[in-house]
């Protein structure tokens, strides 16, 4: 049982960075598909509830000391804009694991004022979800298809 937590570490840690690191961290390992699925979720969940409670903090006190104002409307910019305009915190919810990152997502639900109750339960309900999909779909395929130093 510790040797599956000790190999799940690094899977709950790359996860917090990318969310797919995880389920190909977790079938690199060699871990059972429920403890991948346990330490993606868990690892995307850190990053969402550090946003969540210290967004502000972090935004303010850490990232503004160490990077210089940049352009306000730049075309990345106004792409967030018209992604929250349109799907809003639900849309953010679902595309953070696909498209964005789990800090991207936080970091854009909590810059535009999304509540913080409702950024961390659809973030759990889709965190879920898509660990349980990309979990599925790479232990199932993943001899076939993966390069032969991850199998």
Request: net charge positive; glycine share 8%; proline share 4%.
């Amino acid at each position: 049982m510790w040797q599956e937590i000790l190999r799940a570490i690094p899977v709950y840690f790359s996860t917090m960075f990318k969310f797919i690191f995880g389920p190909l961290g977790g079938y690199a390992a060699k871990l059972n598909i429920i403890t991948t699925i346990i330490a993606t979720t868990a690892g995307s969940m850190t990053v969402v509830l550090m946003f969540a409670f210290f967004g502000n903090f972090i935004r303010t006190k850490i990232i503004h000391r160490f990077f210089r104002r940049k352009k306000l409307f730049t075309e990345r910019n106004r792409r967030f804009v018209k992604i929250w305009k349109k799907y809003g915190i639900v849309g953010v919810a679902i595309l953070t694991p696909i498209l964005l990152t789990p800090i991207g997502g936080s970091i854009l639900a909590v810059s535009f004022g999304a509540p913080r109750n409702k950024l961390i339960f659809y973030m759990l309900i889709t965190s879920t979800f898509w660990a349980i999909v990309f979990s599925v779909i790479v232990y199932e395929f993943g001899a076939r298809v993966l390069p032969d130093y991850i199998k």
